[in-house]
């Protein structure tokens, strides 16, 4: 008896087979690598799985971050219209992982109707008795055909037999091959190689959400770098685009690159709706594009989501080694607070320079040990000491310091460090930590 490959839960009903989620008849909108969760999660109704045991399956072929479970569960939940604080369906289980705790009923596949026992007999037809085509006389034989239709003789049967034989199987193939060639499937369309990608900064609706959009430019950008198999631009060679954007394959023969990702934010009774797509610039077709629709709350599930989706369709690996992948936070008001400092930041006025603190220590007051909230510090210290300043020297070398400790590998920190060398705000040799990274 084969192993149920449909599953039932509250309104929803899952297709392992199919790979299909569906909402009644709606078919739900989820990334492969989400649906493997989900299926695991189910498959395994009322047990915890382990984080473990997710990445073993979901991402048993390809390198994954910390965050990408995380990610995939509040895509989950969002899709199921789920509540982390009161789970209908996706239980947290503290130290262990997760549980699907609805009730779940596998789908029975209707009965096959067994083949009839009994096979139909072929009926012989025998040739009739020579009396059958005697005259009403009954005194001579007459022809059973007329003369001009009359049965040839053994070879000439065997001619015409061949002969009809050929005909059909010649018809039958004809019908069956003009019937295959017109209603076979179409080749699947593989998306390119993409080994180059520019990231254009993402355009908003409103200034309200312009940090918004450079913040999650920047996320991806940082993101997709990390990949072996990416070459992505650096920030400050596509933000010359921000205000005037050409025509992609313009860009693109600018840039150098064979791939170009757009972005749209805009907002909808307190929904944050991100309109993202991967464009071809040889062939100016979409690659890939999808549209996020999710509460402003959750804009750092976003960026992480793009990246994500962008390397499974791509097939590509996001980080080739964890120890370089660029810790965050898990805290949407820490993130948001950073983005704002980041974007105070870029636009370098004195007024600005202490905006981006303020936003900054916000950021370090929702997460304490937000590395890269220390290391805007630095870096927003550093610029204002240029001109020169002791205290904000030592402001920078403080926040550098504690940045090294809670994350060494920051690539931030590396620059950080380097810079302070070179303005010779760092009296002393940069930390040791830091020299190790560099030698490694």
């Keep these: 008896m084969e192993a149920p490959h449909k599953f039932r839960f509250g309104d929803f009903c899952l297709d392992a087979q199919e790979e299909v989620l569906l909402c009644g ?71 262990k992982g997760y549980r699907f705790i609805a009730e779940v009923a596998p789908v029975a596949e209707p009965a096959k109707e067994p083949a009839s026992a009994i096979e139909p007999q072929a009926t012989k037809v025998e040739d009739p008795p020579v009396d059958a085509y005697a005259s009403a006389a009954g005194s001579e034989v007459v022809d059973a055909f007329p003369p001009a239709v009359q049965p040839a003789g053994p070879r000439a049967r065997r001619y015409v037999f061949w002969s009809v034989a050929g005909l059909g199987l010649l018809f039958a193939a004809v019908v069956i091959g003009g019937g295959w060639l017109r209603g076979r499937p179409k080749a699947v369309e593989v998306a390119p190689q993409i080994a180059s990608m520019a990231v254009l900064p993402f355009e908003s609706s409103t200034e309200e959400f312009e ?17 072996p198999d990416l070459h992505i631009i650096s920030r400050n060679s596509v933000f010359k685009y921000k205000k005037e954007r050409p025509a992609i394959k313009e860009i693109a023969g600018a840039l150098n690159v064979q791939a170009v990702l757009t972005g749209r934010i805009t907002s909808r009774d307190n929904e944050l709706i991100v309109n993202a797509e991967l464009t071809d610039a040889a062939t100016n077709t979409q690659i890939w594009g999808h549209t996020y629709v999710r509460p402003a709350a959750d804009a750092i599930t976003v960026q992480q989501q793009i990246s994500h989706d962008i390397a499974d369709a791509l097939k590509i690996k996001l980080s080739p080694d964890e120890q370089f992948a660029v810790r965050g936070t898990k805290s ?109």
């Excluded at 299926?39 to 910390?66: H, I, N, P």
């Design 25 to 95: 008849d709606a078919k739900v909108a989820i990334n492969s690598r989400t649906f493997q969760v989900l299926r695991l999660l189910v498959e395994r109704a009322g047990k915890a799985v382990s984080k473990q045991e997710f990445f073993d399956t979901v991402w048993a072929d390809t390198f994954v971050q910390d965050n990408s479970l995380t990610v995939a569960i509040t895509s989950l939940r969002k899709a199921l219209g789920d509540d982390a604080k009161n789970p209908k369906f996706i239980e947290n289980v503290p130290r």
């Design 211 to 227: 940090f918004l959009a450079d913040g999650m430019t920047d996320a991806v950008i940082n993101s997709l770098a990390l990949s």
């Design 332 to 440: 949407p008001d820490a993130w948001l607070a950073y983005v704002r400092g980041r974007f105070y930041w870029n636009r370098r006025g004195n007024d600005d320079y202490r905006r981006a603190i303020e936003q900054f220590n916000l950021a370090l007051q929702a997460d304490p040990a937000y590395a890269m909230a220390y290391a805007g510090l630095a870096d927003t210290y550093l610029i204002m000491g240029l001109r020169p300043n002791e205290d904000r020297s030592q402001l920078a070398r403080a926040a550098l310091d504690k940045a090294v400790e809670l994350d060494p590998h920051l690539s931030e920190v590396y620059a950080l460090s380097v810079s302070m060398s070179v303005s010779n705000s760092y009296r002393s040799s940069p930390p040791k930590r830091i020299i190790e990274r560099r030698s490694s």
